[in-house]
């Protein structure tokens, strides 16, 4: 199995909603990455877990919320979003992180539309 | 500091036509370099990749790249373009974070192959 998945595929919320974008992997890859993505732009990565560790916030705002629960799953928990936040979120899974993988390609997921009014 | 510059906002080829989609970059150290595709309304999904050796790479979809040390360059390349080739390039360089690496993109470059 070679593919990341995320659910939802689209989420519309309103800014005092609390919602949760998911993403699985069942390739054994030991880091995980969350991007955010606006249309026709490069995605900027937000965080990287390498075993299951936060290893990478790339200064987010705190109404992002990581958690990996366990190696093969990646949530994005989310709250009093606003709505420059709406974009395209996408996750990411590699063999390896850090030294001892640099030329590691990585998999992405479809994304998730997220709408936020 | 590391970067990479994709000098083409928009490509244009004609179907059946040689296509290249160009990617430079600065690093320090070696790089290793990658090309990804993002089809409308989809995620990313990886091409090719250069680590050492060859300078030639051969990845997905019949698409090549050519890595150049003297001029930093790193230039996707297909020899016969397809229509469904109409897509969203991007160049990257894995770029060293403190105990991590994480991936420093091009802008993208816009490829529109015409029938």
């Known amino acids: 199995d070679t593919e990341v998945t995320q659910t939802p595929k689209h989420l519309v919320m309103g800014m005092t909603n609390k919602k949760s974008l998911k993403c699985e992997q069942h390739m054994g890859h030991r880091a995980m990455y969350w991007y955010k993505q606006k249309a026709k732009k490069p995605p900027e990565l937000m965080f990287v877990?390498?075993?299951?560790?936060?290893?990478i916030n790339e200064s987010v705002p705190s109404r992002f919320s990581p958690e990996c629960p366990n190696s093969s799953l990646l949530n994005l928990h989310l709250h009093a979003l606003q709505p420059e936040d709406s974009a395209l979120y996408l996750c990411a899974s590699s063999q390896g992180t850090g030294v001892a993988g640099p030329w590691d390609e990585q998999f992405f997921g479809p994304g998730t539309r997220l709408t936020v009014l | 500091a590391q970067s990479v510059a994709q000098p083409e906002d928009q490509v244009n080829v004609a179907e059946g036509n040689p296509l290249t989609v160009k990617c430079t970059y600065s690093?320090?150290?070696?790089?290793?370099l990658f090309w990804y595709v993002q089809y409308p309304n989809r995620g990313l999904q990886f091409l090719l990749k250069y680590i050492t050796g060859d300078n030639l790479v051969k990845g997905s979809y019949g698409f090549e790249a050519e890595f150049n040390k003297s001029q930093t360059s790193f230039h996707l390349k297909k020899p016969s373009a397809l229509v469904s080739d109409s897509a969203l390039y991007f160049c990257a360089v894995s770029s060293l974070a403190g105990n991590n690496r994480k991936l420093i993109w091009g802008l993208g470059t816009s490829l529109a192959v015409n029938p």
């Open positions: 690093v320090s150290g070696n790089p290793y």
């Open positions: 877990y390498s075993y299951e560790k936060l290893s």
